[in-house]
């Protein structure tokens, strides 16, 4: 996102997440006891199943209000959508988001299409929270634990379904990933109480464990081999199916992580890989780990792994540390 400030946005004192924190929505009070979150998310096709990419864009729409700690309230679609196309693809497309959106407990209010050589599909989406429960980057504290509620590689596996080397019957693990909505993990941690979190979409999980760190002014330790992978994610690395955003991840963020020799070059870059409609990273105080995992387990969630540590305040420039 451009961080463009204004002098407006620094005055409003009900402005509760804006623009210079990069955090996953930006939240506006209205009232005391109520406050709004709002986001917007598109992206082009990662699948060729028209219906299947709708409810995987509007998974990833909504996740951000889910990653604020916020219920969904309103949904609109915004799509842009080629003339040469059936019309039956963009209205396939859309029942995908409409059905997400469903399953969100959100209502569809409307949208807005153009026309563009390039589909393109997602979610503008409007939720709400308390205002003293708003979950930020900014939160995390020494001695929380991370938690993660979805596997990495998704960027990896798309790529390699692009150039051949799986079919969309091996990519159905990711499929069921990026499908999921985040409801069932922000249910859990609400009721847990926890200290932060975001979800992880384009940085890959290493850059937004930085934003995290950064946005805490704490340093995480991260246990690489705990960063639960789709099948063949590594095997793919070594057939070189990885994104462009792995790397242009990689030579922005690594100035800020410090990373164990052992560590193989393939890990390393699956770490960086860009997500899309990723799992949620919570930070969590150490002595409530285990319910919140407990209440992960009973939302079904797709993995409840703990893969890292809030050790200190950061020094120098590092703010992650990855070991094996
Ligand atoms: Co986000
Ligand atoms: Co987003
Ligand atoms: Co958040």
């Excluded at 807005?112 to 599909?121: P, Q």
């Excluded at 939160?139 to 991370?146: C, F």
């Excluded at 940085?203 to 995290?212: R, S, T």
């Excluded at 890990?267 to 409609?277: F, G, I, N, R, V």
């Amino acid at each position: 996102m451009c961080q463009l400030k204004t002098k407006e946005n620094k005055l409003d004192p009900n402005l509760i997440v804006g623009l210079d924190t990069s955090d996953d929505a930006g939240v506006y009070k209205i009232k005391d006891d109520y406050a709004l979150i709002q986001t917007l998310d598109f992206f082009t096709p990662i699948v060729d199943d028209p219906y299947t990419f709708g409810q995987i864009a509007a998974t990833n729409s909504l996740s951000d209000v889910y990653a604020m700690g916020g219920q969904p309230l309103t949904a609109m679609n915004i799509a842009c959508f080629a003339t040469c196309l059936e019309p039956s693809v963009l209205a396939d497309i859309l029942r995908g988001g409409a059905d997400k959106i469903v399953e969100a407990n959100a209502i569809l209010v409307g949208g807005h299409t153009v026309t563009d050589k390039e589909v393109k599909y997602g979610l503008s989406v409007t939720g709400y929270i308390h205002p003293d429960k708003v979950l930020t980057n900014a939160g995390a504290k020494k001695g929380d634990v991370l938690v993660l509620t979805k596997p990495i590689g998704t960027g990896i596996l798309t790529t390699a379904l692009k150039q051949g080397l799986i079919t969309e019957t091996e990519l159905k693990e990711a499929i069921k990933s990026m499908s999921t909505l985040n409801k069932g993990a922000a249910n859990a941690m609400n009721k847990v109480g926890v200290h932060g979190c975001t979800d992880i979409t384009g940085f890959g999980i290493l850059g937004h464990v930085y934003e995290m760190a950064s946005g805490s002014n704490v340093c995480v330790k991260l246990k690489a081999s705990k960063v639960p992978l789709f099948n063949k994610t590594i095997e793919l690395i070594e057939k070189n199916a990885v994104p462009g955003g792995a790397r242009s991840n990689q030579s922005h963020f690594s100035k800020w992580v410090c990373i164990d020799k052992n560590i193989p070059d393939s890990l390393e870059t699956a770490l960086y890989d860009p997500q899309t409609s990723g799992g949620l990273l919570i930070a969590v105080a150490k002595d409530k780990a285990e319910l919140l995992i407990e209440e992960l387990t009973n939302e079904n969630c797709l993995c409840t792994s703990v893969i890292g540590e809030v050790v200190d305040e950061h020094k120098n420039n590092t703010f992650v540390e990855v070991y094996l």
